[in-house]
């Protein structure tokens, strides 16, 4: 059964900096483009970032664009969110999300919630000033 596992979430100051991780379990990993997204209470999900099966694709959200960082690590199956700069409105919680890629190319990625297929419980970024 595939297996989708944030951590690394908490309640931060303004300005600071997190880093989220996600590890996948039971699937070939670079099969999977990688994505993260966030909702906060009463907003809609947004995507946050996205990254391509080899890592050379990348995709930001508007409001992320700048301050946040997606990467992988195809031999630990780990998808990373390294997070700067952070704002109140920063705070969600935080989904990993795993999208099987239908394609041959290594650098496209899914810029669309329904493009994934296998989803993280969430773990809450809380930003204070």
């Known amino acids: 059964q595939v297996q989708v596992q944030e951590s690394g979430g908490g309640s931060v100051q303004v300005g600071a900096s997190l880093k989220l991780s996600c590890v996948v379990s039971?699937?070939?990993?670079?099969?999977?483009?990688m994505g993260w997204f966030r909702q906060a209470p009463g907003q809609e999900r947004e995507i946050v970032a996205s990254?391509?099966?080899?890592?050379?694709?990348?995709y930001y959200g508007e409001n992320v664009k700048g301050r946040f960082t997606i990467s992988r690590d195809n031999a630990k199956k780990t998808v990373y969110l390294q997070m700067s700069g952070l704002k109140a409105e920063d705070t969600a919680a935080y989904y990993c999300?795993?999208?099987?890629?239908?394609?041959?190319?290594?650098?496209?990625?899914?810029?669309?919630?329904?493009?994934?297929?296998?989803w993280g419980q969430g773990t809450q970024v809380t930003v204070s000033s």
């Open positions: 999300a795993a999208g099987r890629a239908n394609f041959r190319s290594t650098h496209r990625y899914y810029d669309s919630a329904n493009e994934y297929h296998y």
């Open positions: 039971e699937v070939t990993f670079t099969n999977y483009v």
């Open positions: 990254i391509s099966r080899s890592g050379e694709g990348v």
